[in-house]
Every structure is written in structure tokens, then in C-alpha cells.
């Protein structure tokens, strides 16, 4: 008798995602991976509220980068309070990757505030200076012509070259960048990105917590930076 080898493999389509469409199961080998598509990282903004005292930035920055967190922007100014400064930070990831960032945070003793406010309703701007390659003639007279619909502004202009200001979403800044790139980006400086929620500010939710906090001086570290 004479048997006749199979060749072919049988494919259970109970192995495959539900997203794979008809004809890629027909077309596809079985023996290839099976495909799949990998997760887009959500983007998160934390405004952290910390003590005004010196070398607060060194440490949360210090305890971000040790850790590997992937942050996009960082941006720390004084806030109504000259007690406390107000950080904003946006970073990439899922949620378990922001709860570890609040709790990292949380325990830097000059944290006094920790707020998710991708959340909410908030407004966020990005100041941006950028000098591009532009002298007198049709070249600086298309720069400020976009500057304007952008709602920027010319700063300074030389022999060469000229200097916007633009504030606004990241997706505008980006915009203009992307315009200007054919024309020469010669510098470009960006402050990252601020938000604040909007509403009524929580005044006397900070008052509480700041006067329930300990002296940076005087408390005891929790987390050790080093």
C-alpha cells in the first residue's frame, strides 16, 4: 500500500485575535506569529504642588530619572504661594505606570499635592522661541505671515534670520515647527508644557495640606535618592 504524506497544517482560528481580518487567515503561513497590535501609551498630566526650597527640582527629577519613567515635559514655576512651586509633569504610559509615578512623588517629603488632571477639563499652553533662517524679501515675509496665523509674534529680526514666539497646544507648536522646517530651523528653545484645571482654583484644599505639612528642614526624608 502506499500512503501519501500530508503537507498542509490544519489552522484553529480560535488561536488568532479577533482582529485579524478574512484574508490575511487565508494568506498567512501557519507556522507565522500570530499578529498583533501593540498598545498606544496614554498620555498623563500631573501637577504636583512642592515646597518653594532649594534643590526640591534636583530631587524629583533625580527620583524620575533613576527610575527610567518616561517624561515628555517638565516645567516648574512659582505659584500664587511664594511657599510653593507648582510642577507639571506629561508623561507616556498605562495606568499602572502613573500610579507608580503619585507614589513615587508622594514621597519626597517636599511634596505636599499630587493631582492627575488629564482627566478633567484643563487648559494647556507651550511657549516656544524659534529662530529660522530668513532674510529681507519673500523668505521673512512668509515667516511672519504664518506667524500671525498662528497667533505668534516676531520677537527679533536680523540680518538672516528672525525670532518667533508662539504659545499654544502642543499639536500647534508642532504645526509651526513642521512649517518652518523647509525655510531652516537655526535654534529652538520650548519652556514644556503648563495646564491648570478649569474653574475654581482649590485654594483652601491647598491651605489645608500646607499647613499640615512638616518644614522641609525639619522632617525626616522619606525617600532615599540615591
Excluded at 530668513?134 to 529680526?157: H, I, M, Q, S, Y
Excluded at 509651526?176 to 482649590?202: C, D, H, K, N, Y
Aim: one cysteine or more; glycine letters at 6%; proline letters at 6%.
Amino acid at each position: 500500500f502506499f500512503f501519501k504524506q500530508k503537507t498542509a497544517y490544519e489552522i484553529s482560528t480560535r488561536d488568532w485575535s479577533s482582529d485579524v481580518c478574512s484574508s490575511d487567515l487565508a494568506d498567512a503561513h501557519p507556522r507565522d506569529p500570530i499578529p498583533h497590535t501593540l498598545p498606544i501609551p496614554m498620555r498623563h498630566v500631573l501637577s504636583a504642588t512642592v515646597q518653594n526650597v532649594p534643590g526640591v527640582l534636583a530631587h524629583v527629577s533625580g527620583m524620575l530619572a533613576s527610575r527610567g519613567y518616561n517624561i515628555d515635559s517638565l516645567a516648574v514655576g512659582e505659584t500664587e504661594d511664594p511657599r510653593f512651586s507648582r510642577m507639571t509633569f506629561v508623561l507616556r504610559g498605562d495606568d499602572r505606570v502613573l500610579d507608580q509615578v503619585r507614589r513615587q512623588l508622594e514621597k519626597i517629603v517636599t511634596v505636599v499635592r499630587v493631582d492627575d488632571i488629564s482627566s478633567r477639563n484643563y487648559v494647556e499652553r507651550d511657549l516656544m522661541l524659534i529662530k529660522v533662517a530668513a532674510t529681507a524679501g519673500p523668505t521673512r515675509t512668509e515667516v511672519k505671515e504664518l506667524a500671525e496665523v498662528f497667533r505668534g509674534r516676531v520677537v527679533d529680526v536680523a540680518a538672516d534670520s528672525v525670532v518667533v514666539e508662539i504659545s499654544g497646544t502642543e499639536k500647534k507648536i508642532e504645526g509651526f515647527i513642521e512649517l518652518m522646517r523647509p525655510l531652516g530651523i537655526l535654534e529652538l528653545v520650548r519652556t514644556g508644557r503648563i495646564a491648570m484645571v478649569r474653574g475654581s482654583p482649590p485654594t483652601r484644599e491647598l491651605t489645608e495640606a500646607a499647613d499640615g505639612a512638616r518644614p522641609a528642614d525639619s522632617a525626616p526624608a522619606r525617600e532615599s535618592l540615591a
